[in-house]
């Protein structure tokens, strides 16, 4: 198995899921945590040198309560049905935070080591940005509750990232591993994915959804990986080319990217594999997926 593929269920940590953190061979600046109502009935984080997003993957609802800078403050974030199902409440807490929450469902607790303390920050779920990236089947829907634009956090940029059944994310395939200042960010980087039936159909009996997922080499660092991902799965890009993730017809394809590097600024600048970037002059004359945006 790949040092940078983890198939569900090979990252759990005691109630915890699945940990992506230092611990991890090669990784230094990025995580996450997954928690779900099922193995506990809270679940702790104690303050340190990470930033934090916390929102639902689905279920009805999270009580957070945290610490910060001895004033304690809680916050009740809504949930949704599936990550298919739109945008959701997300909160920022900023290093040297503790905390703790309740849940009824599945949270995802994105990180990023950080230095500089920044606000609190609570987004509820109808003022997150909601972008469409690419035309035809590059068509891709964005939540960007964690983009250089849209929060105000000292290391971290997350997403949120749909790709409808038989579309393909990440196109051109592009990398952020080498820091040129206003052209190129150096961003490790961690994708979260899930899969589940196209809402447009209602097939009997079991399923298997699938994608796939390709990275490689951009520079002479090793890197060839092309990964058959399912509901789940968790992918680490510490450097190189990467994309595309493709939804394989039938099946639509949800994931959770969080980035963060040694940059002296915060920025999420990415350049394209120079043999492919042709391919972003075709959307001219391509409309936009019709099947998006999936909203609740």
Known sequence: MSQWYYPKGSLRQGQWEAVVDESLPGWTYTGMR???AADGPRFDITADG????IYMLDGGSTEVSYTVDGAS???????????FHGAVDYLYLPINT?????????????????????????????DVPLLLRGAG??????????????LDADRMVA?????????WSGVPPHKHDTYIPGIESNLEEVYYFELAPDRAYQPDGDTDPIAYFRTY????REMDELFEIRSGDIVLV??????????MPGYDLYFMNVMAGPDPERAWNAVDDPKHHWIRSTWDSEEKDPRLPYTA
Not at 50 to 53: S, T, W
Not at 137 to 150: A, I, L, P
Not at 238 to 247: F, N, Q, S
């Open 159 to 167: 997403v949120e990232v749909i790709a409808p059944s038989g579309n």
């Open 98 to 126: 503790e905390i703790s929450f309740t849940t009824d469902g599945r949270v995802m607790v994105v990180e990023a080591v950080a230095s500089v303390p920044k606000p609190v920050y609570l987004r509820k779920a109808a």
């Open 137 to 150: 089947r590059s068509t891709r829907q964005v939540h960007d509750f964690g983009g250089v634009e849209h």
């Open 217 to 220: 080499s951009g520079d002479d």
């Open 238 to 247: 510490p450097y190189g080319y990467h994309g595309p993730a493709e939804a």
């Open 73 to 83: 403050e809680s916050v009740t974030l809504q949930g949704r049905q599936s990550v």
């Open 34 to 36: 997954l928690a779900n």
């Open 50 to 53: 990470k930033e934090r997003v």
